[in-house]
């Protein structure tokens, strides 16, 4: 990846691109330093890029105060169902934005990557924090840490959002995807963003940054738009602030080595370039639906946006009896099916480099694998002369090189950031692992094999080297989304060289925004502050006695917008007989030693003789707690976290506590969820078993219900 375009003195022929700070649309006033950007494919020009003047601190003063303010007063759920609608409004206004991205070269392929892509993580993250994270503003992490004896001490850790400003930089090759990937579990949680596009390609983040605040979603502050250099945006940064960098580890080095950074505090996350690697299995040889499916992965991820994507696979490890096999299979299919010009053009299948300088480095790299001793294949510096269009625009022919000797150094750390990749033959699993290690730590890697033990050899000698693995056989050729793809479900990052950050990553991707924070003290405190009832904390007890005489209203009669957390019932006692565990071992056909084989259970050293089944306390627990008449209990949808601590056996009687553990509202039904913890005791006070009960209740009491 390169740096920006060089900036100048001269005055550009195209108007200058707009920020977005502190609330209004800023252009400089005749400024002295300027970079003009040109249409990628026809060398025209687009628009100049300059931030001479830009107020970078009244940027952050902005984003701390109004940005935070307005954040702030949404919660998880709240902020995910805005990222939804604003996911529905951009799906709308996409085609402008296809239209701009035909000038960075990208072909309409590419655009379903980068704006449909970009969309879709909106999507992915507001529907994974709606199920995942609380509807309020505090995510626990862990289970509780009993500190004292008597349970009045305890602890737990916490996640709370950063209150200073996340500062993303992004690449030129994913101006729309690089922003909302980053934005998106920010927002989620409550961080605003000042998003930094790189120069090159600026003018699309610009339009869709513009569009996202005409949808009127976002809360004032919450985004701005540098549009060109950041100038002294980092000097301006301490503790509270995240940068997130995408781009060349040599710039992510220096952006490392920045004060801030180094000794402000600033959190700082890298996702950089990266010799990808494709491994072809020993077993998938020519003639195997792998060796298919791996030349179709090599292919896609030389030419879709013409290999400008930091998860393009670069070098192409095959066992060496296959290199001539595997060239003659690439070249065939790129000779079918790679057209190269105009993305406008509808013959395109592969547009341009974002820029002429673009085109200089990729030439330069390859020349200088050349120089080390790799050979053409296809494609090559040579052939670009006779491509149509090179000299105005900035096209590269689809090239493939292969080297004698493949553990030559540059193959390991040129990266020629384009439709280009490097064949390397191995000898055997060890020497295929030894060869993709030598990247020196990699974004992803392909293993093609349909054997899951040479499978399982790969992933365990290349895995602490790589961020993502992917498997591709037979079975999920067609459904894989690709070698390439960052899913917002997964972690997107790497080790060494590929930056050491973990992008993305479902709600991994969010707590990156946030700091966790171990609190201690009594239950009631950490109820509190979490939103969630500790065992301990004070409860409003309704008894079967109390309800009946009408002095307390059992908590399966409170409708959402009554319901408080904290609300419990207490049960009476309840006998468990053996002809109780004897039905139920002959209805359920679970006959168990242990609950129908006397000598035998008493034998066993954790029973003290035949005992009654987890299961039929669970139900009896029910039976227990539940109020029968129709109601605001709508559901009940799971039970989690079941322990079994102390055994039942006949004789014995069991009662249950059941108590409004969590509460959380949905922002767009009638009802919501709620958690119940429940714990079963014995007649002498030992806890029996305790889990949870997940229930749907509704917020007001429905027409239907009995009263």
């Not at 920006?4 to 977005?20: C, D, H």
């Not at 980092?234 to 503790?239: F, R, S, T």
């Not at 590269?396 to 040129?414: D, G, I, M, N």
């Not at 069991?654 to 714990?679: C, F, M, N, S």
């Amino acid at each position: 990846m390169t740096a920006a375009p060089t900036e100048t003195t001269s005055r550009a022929e195209a108007p200058v691109l707009p920020s977005y700070i502190a609330g209004e649309w800023w252009t400089p006033q005749a400024p002295e330093r300027i970079a003009e950007i040109r249409d990628a494919s026809t060398g025209q020009p687009v628009c100049s890029v300059s931030t001479d003047g830009l107020d970078t601190a009244a940027a952050v003063d902005y984003a701390r105060t109004v940005g935070q303010a307005g954040l702030g007063e949404l919660t998880f759920h709240q902020r995910a169902l805005r990222l939804k609608q604003l996911a529905l409004f951009l799906s709308e206004h996409k085609e402008p934005l296809y239209e701009l991205s035909d000038k960075t070269g990208a072909t309409r392929k590419d655009h379903l990557i980068d704006v449909d892509g970009g969309i879709g993580t909106l999507f992915a993250y507001s529907s994974k924090a709606r199920k995942e994270l609380p509807n309020s503003n505090v995510i626990i992490d862990g289970a509780v840490e009993q500190l004292s004896r008597d349970g009045s001490f305890i602890g737990e850790h916490i996640y709370t959002r950063l209150t200073g400003v996340a500062v993303q930089i992004n690449a030129f090759n994913f101006p729309v995807w690089g922003m909302l990937e980053k934005f998106a579990p920010s927002f989620i949680a409550g961080v605003p963003t000042i998003v930094k596009p790189a120069s090159q390609t600026a003018y699309v983040t610009e339009a869709c940054v513009r569009l996202m605040l005409d949808s009127g979603l976002l809360p004032e502050g919450s985004l701005q738009l540098i549009s060109g250099s950041a100038r002294d945006l980092l000097d301006h940064l301490d503790h509270r602030d995240h940068v997130a960098f995408t781009g060349s580890a040599g710039t992510a080095q220096t952006l490392r080595s920045h004060p801030s950074v180094q000794q402000q505090g600033v959190r700082f996350t890298a996702e950089t370039d990266s010799l990808n690697a494709a491994i072809l299995g020993p077993d998938a040889g020519p003639g195997t639906p792998e060796f298919d499916a791996f030349i179709k992965a090599v292919v896609q991820e030389m030419t879709v946006k013409a290999g400008q994507k930091c998860t393009a696979i670069r070098r192409t490890i095959v066992p060496s009896e296959h290199v001539d096999a595997v060239v003659d299979a690439l070249r065939a299919r790129v000779e079918s099916r790679a057209v190269l010009g105009d993305p406008r053009d509808a013959d395109t299948t592969v547009g341009a480099l974002a820029s002429k300088d673009q085109q200089q480095e990729v030439s330069s790299a390859v020349q200088r694998l050349v120089q080390a001793g790799g050979e053409v294949c296809f494609g090559g510096p040579e052939a670009l002369g006779a491509l149509a269009g090179a000299d105005q625009g900035a096209f590269f022919p689809v090239t493939a090189l292969k080297f004698s000797r493949s553990r030559t150094p540059e193959v390991h750390q040129v990266e020629a950031f384009g439709p280009v990749t490097s064949v390397l033959g191995y000898s055997d699993i060890d020497d295929a692992v030894d060869l993709a290690a030598l990247g020196g730590g990699s974004l992803v890697a392909t293993v093609c094999t349909h054997d899951p033990q040479i499978a399982a050899e790969f992933v365990r000698g290349i895995g602490s080297h790589h961020g993502r693995v992917h498997l591709l056989d037979r079975d999920d050729a067609k459904t894989s989304t690709g070698h390439g793809s960052p899913l917002p479900h997964l972690v997107h990052g790497g080790p060494g060289r590929a930056g050491g950050g973990e992008e993305l990553g479902g709600m991994r991707g969010v707590k990156h925004y946030m700091q966790r924070t171990a609190i201690q003290g009594t239950p009631d405190l950490l109820t509190g502050i979490t939103g969630v009832w500790h065992r301990g904390a004070k409860a409003r007890t309704a008894t079967p006695e109390s309800v009946a005489s009408g002095e307390a209203v059992h908590p399966f009669r409170k409708p959402l917008a009554e319901l408080r957390i904290g609300d419990q019932f207490a049960s009476g006692l309840r006998e468990v007989r053996l002809e109780d565990i004897e039905a139920f071992a002959e209805s359920t056909g679970d006959t168990f030693y242990a609950h129908t084989n006397e000598e035998a259970a008493t034998a066993n050293p954790f029973f003290p003789r035949r005992v009654a089944h987890g299961y039929l306390l669970v139900s009896w627990a029910a039976g227990l707690f539940v109020e029968p008449a129709p109601g605001p209990v709508l559901a009940n949808t799971g039970l989690e976290n079941l322990s079994f601590l102390t055994p039942v056996t006949y004789g014995d009687s069991i009662r249950v506590t059941l108590t409004a553990k969590q509460i959380t509202p949905r922002e767009t039904d009638d009802y919501g969820e709620v958690r119940w913890d429940t714990v079963l005791h014995n007649q002498n006070d030992e806890i029996v078993a305790t889990y949870d009960v997940l229930t749907r209740v509704a917020k007001e009491v429905p027409d239907w219900a009995e009263q």
